[in-house]
């Protein structure tokens, strides 16, 4: 039997801090509570050691080996405690503590879109523009270190030679066929294939994702080439993809309900007041005063409720990629009002009414121009 009963492999994450993954439990471990190792896990970093406990006498010791010895003992710790039964609840458990420190996401969502990663299924994801979809698909294949591939199929035109590839004439060899990049892509296993704003594409493209996406199917049929060969999806490869879905995105076409249903979904929603200050204040601490970071993600978060309300004055929101672009310009010396006119006021139609979009969100912007004094107040009382 193993010396050693386990090992932690310890890290700082990107925000400075110590993250400790006990090996053998397969989980990472809150440090909250644990003091003890969270020391000796800082110094097994700075001396380049691995921690491992051992059994002495009825407690446990600490003791600091080389990287290389742990591997001696590593096949005899995994015979001690079995083969790990479940991987992927362990590696989710494991996960759900490691949220992006620059991206605000709820657990749920955050477990759902891993767990999604993990079993290779497809996962359409839905919202509003501007909240952060596209990221949150970057962010889970970053903290599962999978390789992710990024297919815009909004913009394409012409989605045989996106998705399948292009025929092309040489003097020398006469017609070939060169694939796409998305035929490479399915074939690299546990490759997460983003396959953005499908709900913008061509329904030819839709059509020719049907197999790939039909699990039981998973395959593409490469009909240009010669003896139209079926390429077969590769272990572990998941299909992301993102829509705007709603009345107020003109381009994107109601999403076929065949390939919608390949899809699990998981809906976006706008983030709440403390979630958006939290990103405009991971972006811009230091750059901006902690009210201004409030009055824009205030601002934002009142067009947001409004927006969803019974009885709607504005037909769109403020959205988080909105938010950053107005606090951006405040960094560059625009008053938090040019900024807004500039950032805020095209999003809302202008009809000269005086019910518009645009005099209703005029109106809301005036309660947070004020100097910083009484705008303290105003954000005191908004926030009782
Ligand atoms: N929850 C969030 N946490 C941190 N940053 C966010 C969040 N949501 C959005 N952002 C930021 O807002 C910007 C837009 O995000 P993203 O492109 O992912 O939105 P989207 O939902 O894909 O929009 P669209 O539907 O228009 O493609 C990015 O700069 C992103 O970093
Ligand atoms: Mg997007």
């Given at each position: 039997?193993?010396?050693?009963?386990?090992?932690?492999?310890s890290?700082y994450d990107?925000?400075?801090?110590?993250?400790?993954?006990d090996?053998?439990?397969?989980?990472?471990?809150d440090?909250s509570?644990?003091p003890d190792i969270?020391?000796?896990?800082?110094?097994?970093?700075?001396?380049?050691?691995?921690?491992?406990?051992?059994k002495r006498?009825?407690r446990?010791?600490?003791k600091?080996?080389?990287?290389n010895e742990?591997e001696?003992?590593?096949?005899s710790l995994k015979a001690v405690?079995g083969?790990s039964?479940q991987?992927?609840l362990?590696?989710?458990?494991?996960?759900?503590?490691?949220?992006?420190?620059?991206y605000?996401?709820s657990d749920?969502?955050?477990r759902?879109?891993?767990?999604?990663?993990l079993?290779a299924k497809?996962?359409?994801?839905?919202g509003?523009?501007?909240?952060?979809?596209?990221q949150l698909?970057f962010?889970?294949?970053k903290a599962?270190?999978?390789?992710?591939?990024y297919?815009?199929?909004?913009?394409?035109q012409?989605?045989?030679?996106?998705l399948?590839?292009n025929?092309?004439y040489?003097n020398?060899?006469?017609?070939?066929?060169?694939?796409?990049a998305f035929?490479?892509a399915?074939?690299?296993?546990?490759?997460?294939i983003?396959?953005d704003?499908?709900?913008?594409a061509?329904p030819?493209?839709w059509?020719i994702l049907m197999?790939?996406?039909d699990?039981?199917?998973?395959?593409?049929r490469?009909?240009?080439?010669?003896?139209?060969?079926l390429?077969?999806v590769a272990?572990?490869?998941?299909f992301?993809?993102?829509?705007?879905v709603g009345?107020?995105?003109t381009a994107?076409?109601?999403?076929?309900?065949?390939?919608?249903d390949?899809?699990?979904?998981?809906?976006?929603?706008?983030l709440e007041?403390?979630?958006?200050?939290?990103?405009?204040a991971?972006?811009f601490?230091?750059q901006?005063?902690y009210?201004d970071?409030?009055?824009?993600a205030?601002?934002?978060?009142k067009t947001?409720?409004e927006?969803?309300?019974n009885d709607?004055?504005?037909?769109t929101i403020i959205?988080?990629?909105?938010?950053?672009?107005w606090?951006?310009m405040?960094?560059d010396?625009f008053?938090?009002?040019?900024?807004a006119?500039i950032?805020?006021?095209p999003?809302?139609?202008d009809?000269?009414d005086?019910?518009?979009?645009r005099?209703f969100?005029?109106?809301?912007?005036?309660k947070?121009s004020?100097?910083?004094s009484?705008?303290s107040?105003?954000?005191?009382?908004i926030?009782?």
């Amino acid at each position: 039997m193993s010396k050693y009963l386990t090992y932690y492999k310890s890290h700082y994450d990107n925000a400075g801090a110590v993250v400790v993954y006990d090996g053998v439990a397969e989980e990472y471990i809150d440090l909250s509570d644990r003091p003890d190792i969270k020391q000796r896990a800082e110094k097994a970093i700075n001396t380049n050691t691995i921690l491992v406990t051992y059994k002495r006498g009825t407690r446990n010791g600490f003791k600091y080996i080389e990287p290389n010895e742990l591997e001696d003992h590593f096949g005899s710790l995994k015979a001690v405690v079995g083969p790990s039964t479940q991987p992927i609840l362990r590696r989710l458990k494991a996960l759900a503590n490691t949220k992006p420190s620059n991206y605000e996401v709820s657990d749920l969502n955050w477990r759902f879109i891993l767990r999604n990663i993990l079993r290779a299924k497809n996962l359409l994801i839905v919202g509003p523009s501007g909240c952060g979809k596209t990221q949150l698909v970057f962010e889970a294949a970053k903290a599962l270190d999978q390789p992710i591939e990024y297919f815009n199929l909004g913009a394409t035109q012409d989605p045989r030679s996106t998705l399948i590839g292009n025929t092309h004439y040489d003097n020398n060899e006469g017609t070939y066929f060169s694939e796409s990049a998305f035929v490479k892509a399915i074939q690299i296993p546990n490759n997460v294939i983003l396959l953005d704003e499908i709900s913008r594409a061509h329904p030819e493209a839709w059509n020719i994702l049907m197999t790939v996406l039909d699990e039981k199917l998973r395959y593409l049929r490469l009909d240009e080439k010669d003896n139209t060969p079926l390429i077969k999806v590769a272990e572990g490869v998941s299909f992301l993809s993102t829509a705007n879905v709603g009345a107020e995105y003109t381009a994107t076409r109601v999403l076929d309900r065949a390939l919608k249903d390949r899809f699990s979904i998981l809906e976006v929603e706008p983030l709440e007041f403390l979630e958006e200050v939290n990103v405009l204040a991971g972006l811009f601490e230091g750059q901006l005063e902690y009210d201004d970071f409030k009055r824009v993600a205030n601002v934002a978060c009142k067009t947001r409720a409004e927006a969803t309300s019974n009885d709607p004055k504005i037909s769109t929101i403020i959205s988080t990629r909105k938010t950053i672009e107005w606090a951006e310009m405040m960094v560059d010396g625009f008053t938090f009002e040019e900024a807004a006119k500039i950032v805020v006021y095209p999003l809302f139609p202008d009809d000269g009414d005086v019910d518009s979009e645009r005099v209703f969100v005029k109106q809301l912007l005036q309660k947070y121009s004020m100097d910083d004094s009484k705008l303290s107040e105003t954000l005191g009382e908004i926030f009782k």
